[in-house]
């Protein structure tokens, strides 16, 4: 019996070539854009879960009230926050800080050939490996990180400095300054790691006396829970560990966030988790379920269509003893078959196109073809997509009465055929979705790359202060050195980039304040000419002066800063902030210092040139490459020990958008995807019905028709589904699109050109589509097709 049906199945495909064609690669488009988001989705759902016990293991954040009780989370807490949960909280099995991830000079030492470069590590507590049970390589990871003089490397750093012999013993130079003997060895660690390091060393090595100060926010810290004790039991103990050790009260109560979840849900409002990366992992399930059904979509369609054709088989069939059963099963195991073929060109499609897709997405996704779970994916999306595609086209054409059928009663009434024009709407509705989702994604990414942010951000670059330069008389020099430069406009110091100042505070205080009013400004620490090399205008008063004493003392400040405290003219106003009590010597129009998705907050600059990390540069116009190389000798006279390393700021600004860019390019591919599997079934039902009309053609031509109202003929219903699909998407993208933009606190406006475009586009496709069917069979000779009547 199934080798019969293979049979049947194998000559239906021969028979309908056209169709087959159509159907096979339709769902083999369907079937790689899904396996290629499945195999995205499961990779962002895999961070972290390599480590033995990640479950257990939480990041310990903290909840502040601000402004009248507004929380907010910072993931940076106190140092002694870690010895407190230690001492107070049974629950915690193991707890550890980490400091600030960033990247050191790693030197190798007495080697043949010494080797230098920049390696990201991490300085983090003795209690590290308690918490975090990373495969070791060689040596005891745990005893090496006990010892002040000891680091521990991954494999790929020791094949990299030590190539052809063992790490263990050698000697590695940190930041050209500190000597470290290699302890152990640690396995590399996945892409999919939130943690990412090459080395890592004891924190007592840099701790420094704010460290271990309740009133600074400067480490990270991870515990580990029992396996037996509840998290929200654990995170209710630790509630009033701040009123028991510091001394001060702001409404602090640490927040436990699950060490699988960093990854996907990484954004808080009001002291809790309100979403993240997980947002795009659910849109392009979505994503993949819609391309997934219009591939689905046009098999049903073309297969019902074509019923007709079938009737009298199925009617021959069931007088000669077929039950409905195993007429259902033929036709259901002709559509697994066409599933059967097209997840083999599927396959290969994504595997054509994953190195692509990889490099466009920093991602490391691959095939895994020996993993029996994939075949067990790759066998359930053959059986949903075969069982989903062929079900309506078996139940309705296993249905049919045989003697009406072998008395040539075939006509299938208006069911199938609303079915099919059903069919064609959802199908494109999806489709015109996926179209305004492209425009209106894209429109905002330029308006995010075009907005004018206050300040001047091409042609900047910032090279980060190391080395020789963390001392202020050498950074000093640097910048006098430069200014020097023909090539050079101007340059300044300072703590942050200007476009995405993390560092905030509480210290800020003026006249009239209530005492017990938090606020939470940002800040930065600058030297002179800021103004000047970021192009911030101002509204009142001045830059810093570098030579004069007293500003020191004095702050600049933006104007919503201006606002929080209730000055009109700020100017000559007194506050008091970290650097002591001082007065407001500049008002800054409002810029732009984080990502869109952030209201401008309160901004205040101190003028503290010795405490600042990097060195912002104003290249002339045209004059980048000699700038550039300029600045690359000036380093190596100046700093020789560490390689020229820099980057612009639009670049860094860039980045505040990846996952954004990301989206919009996914949503761009697919699209277009989704339209050509549209059209596909477009096209299939076209040429159906061409075919089916063929003598109807050949008739109205001889009777003096002409091409233009056969090619209407044909085509007015089809166009008619568009406009319908039309209407029903564009309120459903106006809803969705709406609230995506939402997350943006300045973004461009909805605009009805942008739905009317979309709907523009797909008409224009759909009318495309039809009309080149429509005209070949408009200019067919009747002669041929009226030769047999």
């Known amino acids: 019996m199934l080798r019969n049906y293979l049979k049947i199945a194998y000559r239906s495909l021969l028979k309908n070539k056209l169709f087959s064609g159509i159907n096979i690669f339709g769902l083999a488009l369907g079937m790689a854009c899904a396996l290629l988001i499945g195999l995205w989705v499961r990779y962002e759902l895999s961070y972290d879960r390599f480590i033995p016990?990640?479950?257990?293991?939480?990041?310990?954040?903290?909840?502040?009230?601000?402004?009248?009780?507004?929380?907010?989370?910072?993931?940076?807490?106190?140092?002694?926050?870690?010895?407190?949960?230690?001492?107070?909280?049974?629950?915690?099995?193991?707890?550890?800080?980490?400091?600030?991830?960033?990247?050191?000079?790693?030197?190798?030492?007495?080697?043949?050939?010494?080797?230098?470069?920049?390696?990201?590590?991490?300085?983090?507590?003795?209690?590290?490996?308690?918490?975090?049970?990373?495969?070791?390589?060689?040596?005891?990871?745990?005893?090496?990180?006990?010892?002040?003089?000891?680091?521990?490397?991954?494999?790929?750093?020791?094949?990299?400095?030590?190539?052809?012999?063992?790490?263990?013993?050698?000697?590695?130079?940190?930041?050209?300054?500190?000597?470290?003997?290699?302890?152990?060895?640690?396995?590399?660690?996945?892409?999919?790691?939130?943690?990412?390091?090459?080395?890592?060393?004891?924190?007592?090595?840099?701790e420094q006396p704010y460290m271990t100060e309740w009133t600074w926010n400067s480490v990270i810290v991870y515990a580990r829970l029992l396996p037996t004790a509840s998290p929200d039991h654990t995170q209710a103990s630790m509630k009033d560990i701040f009123r028991r050790y510091a001394t001060f009260d702001n409404g602090e109560v640490p927040v436990l966030h699950p060490m699988t979840a960093m990854h996907l849900y990484s954004d808080y409002k009001d002291g809790k988790v309100a979403g993240g990366r997980i947002e795009y992992v659910r849109i392009f399930s979505l994503v993949a379920l819609f391309i997934l059904l219009i591939a689905c979509i046009n098999f049903m369609n073309l297969a019902t269509a074509r019923s007709s054709v079938r009737a009298r088989e199925v009617g021959v069939r069931k007088v000669v003893g077929a039950r409905r059963m195993s007429l259902v099963a033929q036709f259901l195991g002709e559509s697994l078959l066409m599933s059967l073929l097209a997840a083999g060109l599927a396959i290969f499609?994504?595997?054509?196109?994953?190195?692509?897709?990889?490099?466009?997405?920093?991602n490391q996704l691959s095939l895994d073809l020996d993993n029996p779970m994939f075949w067990a994916l790759v066998g359930a999306l053959i059986l949903i997509t075969g069982l989903l595609s062929g079900s309506y086209p078996a139940l309705f054409l296993s249905a049919m009465r045989p003697l009406s059928i072998l008395k040539g009663f075939t006509k299938m009434g208006t069911?199938?055929?609303?079915?099919?024009?059903?069919?064609?709407?959802?199908?494109?509705?999806?489709?015109?979705?996926?179209?305004?989702?492209?425009?209106?994604?894209?429109?905002?990414?330029?308006?995010?790359?075009?907005?004018?942010?206050?300040?001047?951000?091409?042609?900047?670059?910032?090279?980060?202060?190391?080395g020789a330069f963390e001392q202020a008389p050498k950074s000093t020099l640097f910048r006098e050195k430069i200014l020097r430069q023909p090539t050079i406009a101007s340059a300044t110091l300072t703590s942050q980039l200007p476009v995405n100042v993390r560092n905030s505070t509480t210290d800020l205080a003026w006249p009239g304040k209530e005492p017990k009013r938090m606020v939470e400004v940002s800040t930065m620490n600058v030297g002179g000419d800021f103004i000047r090399t970021m192009n911030i205008d101002l509204a009142a008063g001045r830059d810093f002066q570098p030579n004069n004493a007293a500003d020191s003392s004095n702050y600049l400040i933006n104007e919503t800063a201006a606002k929080l405290m209730g000055m009109s003219d700020p100017v000559g106003q007194e506050v008091t902030f970290n650097r002591g009590k001082g007065r407001v010597v500049g008002l800054m129009k409002d810029f732009h210092l984080n990502s869109m998705h952030q209201a401008i907050a309160p901004l205040v600059l101190?003028?503290?040139?010795?405490?600042?990390?990097?060195?912002?540069?104003?290249?002339?116009?045209?004059?980048?490459?000699?700038?550039?190389?300029?600045?690359?000798?000036?380093?190596?006279?100046?700093?020789?020990?560490?390689?020229?390393?820099?980057?612009?700021?639009?670049?860094?600004?860039?980045?505040?958008?990846?996952?954004?860019?990301?989206?919009?390019?996914?949503?761009?591919?697919?699209?277009?995807?989704?339209?050509?599997?549209?059209?596909?079934?477009?096209?299939?039902?076209?040429?159906?019905?061409?075919?089916?009309?063929?003598?109807?053609?050949?008739?109205?031509?001889?009777?003096?028709?002409?091409?233009?109202?056969i090619v209407t003929l044909l085509s007015k219903d089809f166009l008619k589904l568009v406009l319908i699909a039309m209407v029903l998407a564009i309120p459903l993208g106006w809803w969705a699109l709406n609230k995506w933009l939402g997350t943006f606190k300045y973004h461009t406006d909805l605009s009805w050109t942008m739905f009317g475009l979309a709907g523009v586009l797909a008409l224009g496709i759909a009318l495309l589509t039809v009309s080149f069917q429509s005209v070949k069979a408009a200019l067919m000779n009747p002669v041929k097709s009226l030769r047999s009547e």
């Open 53 to 206: 016990g990640v479950e257990n293991i939480y990041n310990v954040q903290v909840n502040y009230a601000f402004n009248g009780g507004k929380l907010e989370t910072a993931q940076y807490v106190p140092g002694p926050l870690q010895e407190a949960i230690a001492k107070d909280i049974p629950n915690v099995a193991a707890v550890t800080k980490i400091s600030g991830g960033g990247e050191s000079l790693v030197k190798s030492i007495a080697t043949a050939t010494e080797k230098s470069a920049k390696e990201k590590g991490h300085f983090v507590s003795a209690e590290f490996f308690d918490v975090f049970s990373f495969p070791v390589f060689q040596g005891d990871a745990k005893a090496a990180l006990a010892q002040l003089d000891k680091i521990i490397i991954t494999r790929k750093l020791a094949e990299k400095y030590f190539p052809n012999k063992s790490a263990l013993g050698q000697t590695l130079q940190l930041d050209d300054n500190k000597l470290y003997t290699v302890g152990a060895v640690l396995d590399d660690l996945p892409a999919n790691s939130t943690l990412q390091f090459d080395w890592l060393a004891n924190l007592k090595n840099i």
């Open 349 to 362: 499609l994504v595997w054509s196109t994953l190195p692509s897709f990889n490099a466009l997405f920093d």
């Open 415 to 466: 069911g199938p055929a609303l079915f099919r024009r059903t069919l064609v709407v959802f199908q494109f509705s999806l489709s015109i979705f996926l179209i305004v989702g492209m425009l209106v994604i894209g429109s905002q990414m330029r308006y995010l790359r075009t907005k004018n942010l206050g300040l001047d951000r091409e042609n900047v670059v910032f090279i980060p202060l190391e």
């Open 606 to 709: 101190a003028f503290y040139p010795e405490n600042t990390r990097y060195l912002l540069v104003k290249i002339r116009a045209g004059q980048t490459p000699s700038a550039l190389a300029a600045l690359e000798r000036i380093n190596k006279e100046l700093n020789p020990n560490y390689p020229f390393s820099y980057q612009f700021v639009d670049e860094a600004y860039e980045k505040l958008y990846q996952s954004e860019q990301q989206v919009s390019t996914l949503v761009n591919y697919f699209g277009v995807l989704a339209i050509l599997i549209s059209c596909l079934g477009l096209f299939g039902l076209v040429a159906f019905t061409a075919e089916q009309r063929t003598k109807e053609i050949g008739i109205r031509k001889v009777l003096g028709a002409t091409v233009t109202s």
